[in-house]
């Protein structure tokens, strides 16, 4: 059965027009490096957006600064209405946590924590009494094909499992942006692709955006849209408006 079948009952979220996150004339560098060069773009509601490119060309540190990871030297990130570049440190790491969820190449799993926990991990931080936290963990399990292996350690799952075990953790804050990192890197072919089927589906339903960095154009062509950065700019775009 799909995510979405499973999901939709609670979770699902209408496709708004409104972007839930923007970014506008973006620009950062490092020393003498131009890494972002004036880039624009705005993420909707439940739209999986690729951002392509040679290595170099930016995608990365895009990522970064709409993620508040690191604050862009120039140009603006609005969350909603609100501005979030601007903010210092602590505060974008309460958004990060609560806001925003992230898939990397690695999955960043604590070894020592059973599955759900590590999928739980957010809501433990944000205070959320461990049973509630998860439970909630728990209900991602049967639609992202990871039924059984609740009390599995990370060292005792596949790496398409171990990923999967991780999109469940970026989006069972109920975020409003996921961001995937070159998600399917260290995955063999067939089940990266089926990865982020599972990722762009499950944010989908959940009304959740998505930015996704990827050197695999068929990953690209799994998304609504995709933008094609090169020396830190935009160059073209592709499924509808950057």
Known sequence: MSVAAHLAPTTAAPR??????????????????????????????????????????????????LAGIEPPDGGEVRLGDERIDHLGESARTAIRRRRFGFVFQSGHLLPELPADENVALPLLLEGHPRRRAVAEARRWFGPLGLAGLEGRRPGELS????????????????????????????????????????????????????????????????????????????????????
């Open 159 to 242: 790496g398409g499992q171990a990923q999967r075990v991780t999109i469940a953790r970026a989006l069972v804050t109920a975020p409003s942006v996921v961001f995937a990192d070159e998600p399917t890197a260290a995955l063999d072919r067939s089940t990266g692709h089926e990865v982020v089927a599972l990722l762009i589906e499950a944010a989908r339903t959940s009304g959740a955006g998505l930015l996704i960095v990827t050197h695999d154009p068929e990953v690209a062509a799994a998304c609504d849209r995709t933008v094609v950065l090169r020396d830190g700019a935009v160059v073209g775009a592709s499924g509808g408006a950057a």
């Open 16 to 65: 708004s027009a409104a972007p839930v996150l923007v970014g506008r004339g973006l620009r950062r560098s490092f020393g003498e490096t131009t890494a972002l060069a004036g880039v624009d773009l705005a993420i909707t509601p439940g739209e999986a957006v690729a951002a392509v490119g040679p290595s170099g060309s930016g995608k990365s540190t895009l990522l970064h600064c």
